[in-house]
């Protein structure tokens, strides 16, 4: 069999052999569960936790690890965070944007469905970024800081800023799944108040995210449950302090014991953009060749006259390259750009140019 061709690293991104050895050394010499025991592997393994929460407080450039919450990824945090705001804060009109991914949106309309919220929206530039000069006044402001479908970083400080300036209450919810993958994130610049992302988008395993909460002992917890509380006695109890309050049941061990060298792996990776400026380019001369995303973008985007996506992903899919088709779980967009779903390419650190030219050549024949 072929070699496959990996070009999906927007949809999850392979693993390194340091992260699944960094797993294999927890579970064999330090698993345990965390803040429950005192034996020694329990204490190495509140250690391992504890650094963990620490290196991704130090990688998003949060003020206090207690602020960092584990979840099992970015759409288990969008809809914790509706909760939590939901628990603390009353909330009647929520702005969104057709960049948004289903995770970040759909929270947000369902209980608009229900009459508890009114939906407005974020408009976009004739570039389809946020436009933050015309900002709706809203309670709680949705940003999505990179597109899966455009590729392009939206100024997410400008954005925050805009929004407090029509309310200085509001809310902002930052959904950097994609952003973590290409640019720094750094909460106390942008401002905001809740922000997540997936580690494995950056070469974690699956099943493990961050939510981060600015002021996080300020919000109510949305689970209860085992090691968020500090006392119980009858239908009385003392929750305990973030980020303990949010963190009910058992964590992603395994998982959070592979986030850090992830983190560590994916940081020394240039972000490949001389591999996507060569297949972008290429994709140019092809006159059946749409390009949706514009040159300098993370991703390349495109559709094939006369060619639905489907058909393009099984054809280039049995020359075991593997890319994205459909609607990236973004249809918003597309209905913005007229169409139902893109072709999507996207690397990673495993990507080669001899690779990037094969892809090519593959596409010139699919497209001739």
Not at 26 to 34: D, E, I, K
Not at 159 to 168: C, L, M, Q
Request: hydrophobic letters at 45%; one cysteine or more; charged letters at 20%.
């Amino acid at each position: 069999m072929n070699k496959i061709i990996y070009l999906d690293a927007a949809a999850s991104a392979l693993k390194p052999k340091s992260v699944m050895e960094a797993e294999g050394d927890f579970v064999r010499n330090s698993y345990a569960n965390t803040g429950r025991g005192v034996c020694a592997r329990a204490a190495l393994a509140d250690e391992m936790l504890a650094n963990a929460r620490s290196y991704v407080a130090k990688f998003i450039g949060a003020e206090s690890a207690s602020g960092v919450i584990f979840t099992s990824g970015t759409t288990d945090a969008m809809n914790r965070i509706v909760n939590i705001i939901c628990n603390s804060r009353e909330v009647k009109t929520v702005a969104v944007s057709d960049l948004d991914h289903h995770s970040a949106r759909m929270p947000w309309e369902n209980l608009a469905r229900n009459g508890r919220v009114e939906i407005v929206k974020i408009p976009l530039t004739d570039n389809l970024d946020l436009d933050y000069k015309n900002m709706p006044v809203a309670d709680v402001v949705v940003i999505t800081a990179m597109s899966n479908v455009l590729g392009v970083a939206q100024n997410v400080a400008e954005i925050i800023s805009a929004a407090r300036k029509n309310n200085s209450n509001v809310i902002t919810i930052v959904d950097a799944a994609q952003y973590v993958a290409h640019e720094q994130i750094n909460v106390r610049e942008w401002g905001c108040d809740f922000m997540c992302f997936s580690g494995h988008k950056i070469g974690a395993n699956t099943g493990v995210g961050i939510m981060y909460i600015k002021d996080a002992d300020s919000f109510s917890p949305d689970k209860f449950g085992g090691g968020m509380v500090q006392t119980i006695s009858g239908d009385k109890w003392n929750i305990d302090s973030a980020p303990n309050k949010f963190e009910a049941g058992t964590l992603p061990l395994t998982q959070i014991a592979g986030l850090p060298i992830a983190i560590k792996e994916w940081c020394t990776w240039s972000g490949g953009a001389d591999i996507v400026s060569y297949i972008y380019d290429e994709l140019s001369k092809m006159p059946r060749v749409k390009l949706l995303s514009v040159r300098d973008a993370k991703i390349i985007s495109f559709v094939v006259d006369g060619m639905h996506v489907l058909d393009f992903g099984a054809l280039i899919g049995a020359h075991n390259i593997c890319v994205r088709v459909g609607n990236m779980c973004a249809s918003w967009i597309h209905s913005v750009m007229g169409i139902d779903g893109s072709v999507r390419i996207s690397v990673g650190p495993w990507n080669t140019m001899d690779e990037a030219k094969q892809v090519v050549d593959v596409i010139r024949g699919i497209v001739k």
